[in-house]
Each structure stands twice: as C-alpha cells, then as structure tokens.
C-alpha cells in the first residue's frame, strides 16, 4: 500500500502573470503543472506568493508533508517569518524539494549556508541529466539519462556544500557540467535540490522530469519518529557522587 503523503506546490506565479510566453506554455502556472505531474497519494495543494502568507499558513505548512517549491524573480519578496517557519518545520522533518532558479530562495541559502551562485546562459540548448547513483531512490525508473531538448544553462561552479548524494549530474550543449540532482538531510527534514525548469520551457510537462519529483517526494517524506529533545537533561542513571 502507498504511503499517503500531503504535498503543497509553492510558485511565485509572477512570470506566468507577466510574460506572455510564460502563459502561453503555463496558462493555469507552473505550480499547477508540477502538481498535476505528481504520481503519489495523498493531498496535492498548491500556494502561491501573493495569497495571505503566501499560501503558508500555520495550518498549511503544518499539513505539509513535503514542499515543492519553484522560484525566480521574487525571491526577496517572501517574507523573513515565512522562511524562518518553512525552515523550522524542515528541521522537525517536513521534506522539501527545490527546482531550479529556486536555488537562491533564501531558505535554501539558510539551510545550506552558501552562497548557492552559479553560472547562467539562456540559449535554448541540449541540457542531458545523467544519472550518477542509479540505485537512490529518486533515479528510480529514470534510465542512464534525461534528455531536454531546449533548457537554460546553469554551470559550475555552483556554490553549495558537497551534497550528502549526488544523483544527477547536466551536461549542456555549450560544454558546461552542473550537479543537477543534491540530496541534504537538515534536522530530521530531507532537501532534494533538482535543476531543469526555466519557465519558458515545457520542462515541467516532461514525464521524466514529472517522474524524478514524484520520486524526490517519496524519498524526502517524513518518517515517523520522535522529534529529538534539546536543551538541559535529566541522567538516565542515577550520578553517584564523586569524592573530592
């Protein structure tokens, strides 16, 4: 039987809004897209960045079980307090999966405590994802690659730390390599790091690409398991007294 798992799609919806190519290969968003590509069970919801809290809420964020998130051109218009509660839950075990440009969302920057820089270049090329560790879990069914026809460009040196897992690893048209699919574990919540997804291209409707973050949301979904005490403790054995 399938895990049932809660997943919220969170998407800056601004370039859908304000550029007409974008629209026409997104006409209900991006977010939309991601979430009709997922193939797990459970609650699939969306949120965006101009709802109340943007779309995360107490209550949302503390139904989520994995969060996908995908962003761009707003990244300084997401509130501090809804960074420090999306990074809060991740340590207490809330999975999180970010895409592409949202390598620079400020909770990713925090939970990896790098810059997260990186080459760019927009010329519609070949990008090829390889598969580097066949046997994880998110490079199930994926084959030796994925092939995307036309993507953005993002290059070495890409400015995070050494990834727990690497899965994927691009490789471009123009001669660049980039390491496309990070794995991290922070507190009890896992962070799964997946390139492709300019939002001029139709990377999204792609069933490879669909196939990867279904998987990424299985694999980052919290285990079921006491959250860690901090802070001063009472001993478990008795403290015999020491002579002075």
């Not at 809660?6 to 974008?22: G, I, L, Q």
């Not at 895409?99 to 090329?125: I, P, T, Y």
Request: charged share 25%.
């Amino acid at each position: 039987m399938s895990q049932s798992i809660n997943v919220t799609v969170w998407n800056e919806y601004r370039h859908e809004k304000s550029n007409e190519k974008v629209a026409a290969v997104y006409p209900q968003g991006m977010h939309a897209a991601i979430a009709e590509g997922l193939d797990v069970t459970g609650k699939i919801q969306t949120a965006t960045l101009d709802q109340r809290e943007h779309g995360l809420t107490e209550e949302v964020l503390n139904g989520t079980d994995v969060l996908i998130w995908w962003g761009h051109m707003a990244h300084g218009d997401v509130k501090d307090e809804i960074v420090e509660k999306v990074y809060q839950r991740v340590l207490q075990g809330m999975g999180l999966i970010v895409l592409h440009s949202g390598s620079f969302f400020e909770n990713f920057q925090k939970a990896d405590g790098q810059s997260c820089d990186l080459k760019w270049r927009e010329a519609d090329e070949k990008e090829r994802i390889w598969v580097v560790n066949p046997g994880h879990p998110i490079a199930d069914g994926i084959g030796e690659y994925i092939e995307l026809p036309k993507e953005e460009m993002y290059g070495e040196h890409f400015d995070i730390p050494q990834p727990d897992e690497l899965v994927m690893v691009s490789w471009f048209e123009g001669g660049e390599v980039f390491r496309s699919g990070c794995c991290y574990t922070r507190g009890m919540g896992k962070i799964f790091y997946f390139r492709p997804g300019h939002e001029t291209y139709p990377t999204y409707y792609n069933p490879q690409v669909r196939k990867v973050i279904s998987n990424a949301v299985r694999w980052a979904a919290p285990v079921d398991r006491e959250y860690p005490r901090y802070g001063n403790a009472q001993p478990l054995e008795t403290i015999k007294e020491k002579n002075q």
